[in-house]
């Protein structure tokens, strides 16, 4: 049973560049989260797809934009990049159809901004 | 301020000691509580739940004090193994949103 994916494993980009990142959820997930972690501290809730629609979005701009498919996977995509953006990027799947509520995360992407 | 708050530590204690990480959160709509544990340069995993009656697994201990907003972990007879970094995580029951306090480092010595 494969856990949640994500890819790539690390990227590096220069400023004002756009990024996408990608996630396939565990096998039987619906719901995908994507969360960003600055070295040094806890994760933040960038927002949440379900049903191919963002669900809840955290205190992010909205140079920061998603995307559900019908398979479930996700992207991620972050415009007009700046340095601060770099972090580790998490992605988490759950089952809300299913009321699995509980969040399995990948290994993440990390993104370095120069 | 904060929504979940951590010492962030590093706590280094010797391996078959006994440690406590406490965590507070100010937003009283939070009805869901957890310990994750993330390991260096790898993805938090979901070490326990929190339930209001306190619970155990094993050698962690974990309790809650609605009144206070106040969650803590206890280890017992830490192991090398147990080095990582304790994530305390808050759930408010319109969502699934989770909201991390900034983590703990525990640091286990032989």
């Known amino acids: 049973d494969a856990g949640v994916t994500q890819s790539p494993t690390h990227l590096i980009k220069t400023r004002g560049q756009q990024v996408t990142l990608r996630c396939s959820p565990k096998?039987?997930?619906?719901?995908v989260s994507w969360y960003q972690q600055a070295l040094g501290q806890g994760p933040q809730f960038i927002f949440q797809?379900?049903?191919?629609?963002?669900?809840q979005r955290g205190n992010f701009p909205d140079r920061f934009s998603g995307h559900q498919f019908p398979n479930y996977s996700s992207e991620l995509n972050v415009n007009a990049l700046l340095l601060g953006d770099s972090a580790l990027y998490l992605c988490?799947?759950?089952?809300?159809?299913?009321?699995?509520?509980?969040?399995?995360f990948g290994p993440g992407t990390r993104l370095t901004v120069t | 301020r904060k929504e979940v708050e951590q010492d962030p530590g590093p706590f280094n204690v010797p391996e078959g000691a006994t440690v406590a990480f406490n965590c507070t959160y100010s937003n009283s709509a939070s009805q869901s509580f957890f310990w994750y544990r993330q390991d260096c340069r790898k993805e938090p995993k979901l070490l326990m739940s929190?339930?209001?009656s306190g619970n155990e697994d094993g050698r962690f201990t974990a309790q809650l004090n609605r009144a206070s907003q106040y969650i803590s972990l206890l280890i017992r007879d830490s192991k090398l193994s147990d080095s990582a970094t304790y994530l305390c995580?808050?759930?408010?029951?319109?969502?699934?949103?989770?909201?991390f306090g900034g983590g703990t480092r525990l640091m286990v010595k032989p």
């Open positions: 929190v339930y209001s």
């Open positions: 096998s039987g997930h619906d719901t």
């Open positions: 797809y379900y049903e191919e629609e963002e669900r």
């Open positions: 995580v808050v759930k408010r029951n319109a969502g699934n949103m989770l909201t």
């Open positions: 988490a799947s759950s089952s809300l159809s299913g009321g699995l509520y509980e969040q399995y």
